[in-house]
Structure formats: C-alpha cells, structure tokens
C-alpha cells in the first residue's frame, strides 16, 4: 500500500515565516521534476517522522489541495544542525513509465555464525544504488548474513534483486563483512614464535 501524505500549497515566505509553519507542525517541502514547474507545499511534520522512522523509502503520493495526487519520491532532507529534526523535504515528481535511480535501503537479516567465535560485524554499507520503474521499486532489499564466518564478506554482486531492478553501484563493493576482534589479532602476532631464534 503506497503512503499518501496530505499536502497544502503554501507561498514563498521568509525565514520567521517558515519558523512558524514549524512550530504549527507543518514541514516545507518542495516538488520538483519532470519538466513541470516546481510546487511549494508543506505537509505534517508528525506523520512524515513516523513514516521516515519506519524506514521510509521508496514511491509515496502526495494528495495536494487543488492538485490531486502526485507520486513522488524522497529526494532529500535538511535538518537542524542541533535538534536534529527535519526543516525541509524535496520531492522528486515521477512517471510511472519513467526508469528511476534512487538509493534503497539494505535489511541486513539473522546473526552471522562468526560472531559466536567472537567476530565483530562491520557494516560498510547500509544502502545501494538502483534503477527501476516506479512500480518495481522496492523499499528495502533483504540480505541474509547468517552464514557468515569470520574472515569472510559480502558484496554487491552477492544481492539478491527483485525482478525488474537493475544494481548501479558497483559489484565488487563490499557491503558487510566479520573481522576478528583487535585486541584477538594482536594477542595472537604476540604469541607467535620468534622465528629468528
């Protein structure tokens, strides 16, 4: 089920204009794209933190007061640099027989077997680089490290893609790998024998 969010037009305003729409809990946004002009809107600010908290990713539709619904795509936040919370929001306009390329998210899945032998998880990559059109865009893409040991990685050529969904980053890159812990390693160089002797 696709997320639609409720939007309002809204009119070019200066800074004290913005705060306020803020503090009445409505976030700027912009719509953009495909050789129409740029719409300003806001939109909740309370429902898009809960939808961006629940891993927000992939089409949404924005219902616009006297527009309609418009198909969109996260394209980007800015957020107070101290609180952190969001100031504004772009909105990609798509086609639905438009190729896209976005980034998606990567759910890592299970326990990797080498963390019972004391090896550490390394994280490279939480995301990657796609193209599809609108409709086969997943929001996530599953990835199963159960089967990891220690020394042993994976990379992008390892994923498995949905039908439809061409990889852009490339396939060499490591995306999550087990290392042995550090302190392990140099006790084990410190208690190899001195082979000069």
């Known amino acids: 089920m696709t997320i ?17 729409m803020r503090k009445e809990g409505r976030l700027p946004a912009i ?5 129409m002009d740029n719409a300003m809107i806001h939109i909740s600010s309370n429902e898009f933190q809960s939808w961006t908290r629940s891993g927000g990713a992939g089409i ?17 936040v800015q957020r107070d640099a101290l609180t952190r919370e969001f100031v504004h929001v ?7 027989n438009e190729i896209l390329k ?8 299970g326990t990797a077997k080498g963390t019972k032998l004391g090896g550490i998880v390394l994280t490279q990559s939480t995301t990657v680089e796609i193209e599809a059109l609108p409709a086969n865009l997943p929001s996530s893409i599953a990835v199963d490290i159960s089967e990891l040991e220690v020394g042993e990685s994976l990379r992008v050529s390892d994923i498995a893609l949905p039908t439809g969904v061409t990889l852009i980053t490339p396939e060499n890159e490591i995306i999550i790998s087990v ?12 208690t190899e024998p001195d082979k000069e002797a």
């Open 102 to 109: 976005t980034k998606v998210a990567i759910d890592y899945i």
């Open 31 to 35: 719509v953009f794209g495909t050789n």
């Open 60 to 76: 949404v539709e924005l219902d616009i007061t006297g527009s309609g619904k418009v198909p969109v795509l996260l394209e980007g």
């Open 90 to 96: 772009d909105f990609l306009r798509v086609q639905k």
């Open 4 to 20: 639609c969010f409720q939007a309002e037009q809204r009119m070019p305003s200066n800074r004290g204009g913005l705060k306020r």
């Open 179 to 190: 290392t042995t812990p550090r302190g392990a390693a140099e006790e084990e160089l410190q």
